[in-house]
């Protein structure tokens, strides 16, 4: 379904193509998903304006929705966006950050979800299972515990059924469904999760690879893959220094990252 080849040219036409990706985010990432996304090779915009949004959204590869900081302005923003990207076939990714740690941004994640096409939903399991309804643990705005990787399978599969879309859990594996055929991607790095905002990073940069690839699994799943190599990458170039490095070093791993890099130290398995 996904091999490292066919990764490995995703992430080089990214490089090529440098896709607009039109980003409405949270104010903690603004900047490092801006950054990241340049070195990735990507060509990112922030834009939030109702004014300009529909405008934004129809030129650019992708639109991407995150509700990490969410205000009433710009929760309608993020509709006024989603419907033009979806009338004009701009590709959305959807990032519930928080769901379930209050009751507004889970009603929020369901609306836009109700109002919106998305094209890719990302959470962590506990986001993605309180948009589903369920109750899974939750503490602001991260995952609460580890779990295993068949319930995030499952959890993942019911979230895809439930609004027609595809769904990216990530954790210590992540996981991405259609609802029908479902991959797992065992790379990355506990540094991962020392630093904010690598989760909404990663959702922008599946932005950037399904600005270049209609194939939703082959997409997200190659953004999974170069996401985890270039950390795996920027934990060894840091060893022993602690968080800030590893900071610095993901976003030159990013650019650094090579077909080759992926086709050595990718792990992808098709599930059942
Ligand atoms: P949370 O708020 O729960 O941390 P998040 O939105 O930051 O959620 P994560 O699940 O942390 O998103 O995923 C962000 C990236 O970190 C993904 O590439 C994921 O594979 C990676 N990651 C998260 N936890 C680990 C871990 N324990 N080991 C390796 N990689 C991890
Ligand atoms: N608070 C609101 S948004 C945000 C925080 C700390 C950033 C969350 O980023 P991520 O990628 O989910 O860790
Ligand atoms: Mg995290
Ligand atoms: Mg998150």
Same mark, same amino acid.
């Not at 929760?75 to 076939?89: K, L, T």
């Not at 992540?174 to 055929?181: A, E, L, Y």
């Given at each position: 379904? $996904?091999?490292?080849?066919?990764?490995?040219?995703?992430?080089?036409?990214?490089?090529?193509?440098?896709?607009?990706?039109?980003?409405?985010?949270?104010? %903690?990432?603004?900047?490092?998903?801006?950054?990241?996304?340049?070195?990735?090779?990507? @060509?990112?915009?922030? +834009?939030?304006?109702?004014?300009? #949004?529909?405008?934004?959204?129809?030129?650019?590869?992708?639109?991407?929705?995150?509700?990490?900081?969410?205000?009433?302005?710009?929760?309608? +923003?993020?509709?006024?966006?989603? *419907?033009?990207?979806?009338?004009?076939?701009?590709?959305?990714?959807?990032?519930?950050?928080? +769901?379930?740690?209050?009751?507004? *941004?889970?009603?929020?994640?369901?609306?836009?979800?109700?109002?919106?096409? %998305?094209?890719?939903?990302?959470?962590?399991?506990?986001?993605?299972?309180? $948009?589903?309804?369920?109750?899974?643990?939750?503490?602001?705005?991260?995952?609460?515990?580890?779990?295993?990787?068949?319930?995030?399978?499952?959890?993942?599969?019911?979230?895809?059924?439930?609004?027609?879309?595809? #769904? %990216?859990?990530?954790?210590?594996?992540?996981?991405?469904?259609?609802?029908?055929?479902?991959?797992?991607?065992?790379?990355?790095?506990?540094?991962?999760?020392?630093?904010?905002?690598?989760?909404?990073?990663?959702?922008?940069?599946?932005?950037?690879?399904?600005?270049?690839?209609?194939?939703?699994?082959?997409?997200?799943? @190659?953004?999974?893959?170069?996401?985890? $190599?270039?950390?795996?990458?920027?934990?060894?170039?840091?060893?022993?220094?602690?968080?800030? @490095?590893?900071? #610095?070093?993901?976003?030159?791993?990013?650019?650094?990252?090579?077909?080759?890099?992926?086709?050595?130290?990718?792990?992808?398995?098709?599930?059942?």
């Amino acid at each position: 379904m $996904v091999d490292l080849q066919q990764a490995s040219g995703l992430l080089e036409r990214v490089r090529e193509q440098r896709p607009l990706v039109h980003n409405i985010t949270n104010v %903690v990432v603004t900047n490092f998903t801006a950054n990241g996304l340049l070195a990735l090779g990507a @060509s990112p915009v922030m +834009a939030y304006a109702q004014e300009e #949004v529909a405008d934004m959204a129809k030129i650019a590869g992708a639109l991407v929705l995150n509700i990490g900081t969410l205000n009433p302005a710009e929760v309608e +923003a993020m509709i006024v966006a989603g *419907r033009s990207a979806n009338a004009h076939q701009v590709p959305v990714v959807f990032d519930p950050v928080g +769901a379930g740690a209050t009751p507004y *941004r889970t009603e929020t994640a369901r609306r836009i979800l109700r109002e919106v096409r %998305v094209t890719l939903l990302r959470g962590n399991a506990a986001e993605i299972a309180h $948009v589903v309804g369920e109750d899974w643990e939750i503490k602001g705005v991260d995952a609460g515990v580890d779990e295993h990787s068949q319930d995030k399978a499952a959890l993942a599969q019911k979230a895809a059924r439930q609004w027609a879309t595809h #769904v %990216v859990i990530t954790g210590k594996e992540d996981i991405i469904t259609d609802g029908q055929h479902t991959c797992l991607i065992k790379n990355g790095h506990p540094l991962l999760t020392s630093v904010t905002g690598t989760g909404c990073l990663l959702s922008s940069l599946i932005g950037a690879f399904l600005a270049v690839e209609k194939d939703v699994l082959l997409a997200g799943a @190659s953004a999974l893959i170069s996401y985890g $190599v270039a950390a795996q990458l920027a934990a060894q170039k840091t060893a022993q220094r602690g968080p800030g @490095s590893f900071q #610095v070093e993901l976003l030159n791993q990013l650019a650094a990252v090579r077909a080759e890099d992926l086709l050595r130290d990718g792990v992808v398995a098709v599930m059942k």
